[in-house]
């Protein structure tokens, strides 16, 4: 059974950090790209960064870069994305996307940036 879990989400204030976890199961994650996506209220769902299998390429939107960091650990399954410097703007419900020939998501977590 696949599973992607993200977890650390939460509200904090302009200009702090949060670091989001998703880990995974049920499939040969060094086999696949994995993506964070966001979803903000009325909004499209777009993409926030990607990573490669052994994690030797990553990609950012241009709302990320300088500030979000994606990383992997695929000894234990878990796909990380630091956010830095955040803004209120970032909110949103961030999602965690494996992706091969076949996509799975994860539930998503609520990130909230607001003093």
């Known amino acids: 059974q696949v599973q992607l879990v993200e977890s650390g989400g939460g509200l904090v204030q302009p200009g702090g950090s949060l670091r989001l976890s998703c880990a995974a199961s049920?499939?040969?994650?060094?086999?696949?790209?994995m993506n964070w996506y966001r979803q903000a209220p009325g909004k499209e769902r777009e993409l926030v960064a990607a990573?490669?299998?052994?994690?030797?390429?990553?990609n950012y939107a241009e709302s990320a870069k300088g500030r979000f960091t994606i990383s992997r650990d695929n000894a234990k399954n878990t796909v990380y994305l630091q956010m830095n410097s955040l803004k209120p703007e970032d909110t949103a419900v961030y999602y965690c996307?494996?992706?091969?020939?076949?996509?799975?998501w994860g539930q998503g977590t609520q990130v909230t940036v607001s003093s």
């Open positions: 990573i490669t299998g052994n994690g030797g390429i990553t």
């Open positions: 049920g499939f040969t994650f060094s086999w696949y790209v």
């Open positions: 996307n494996a992706q091969r020939v076949v996509a799975y």
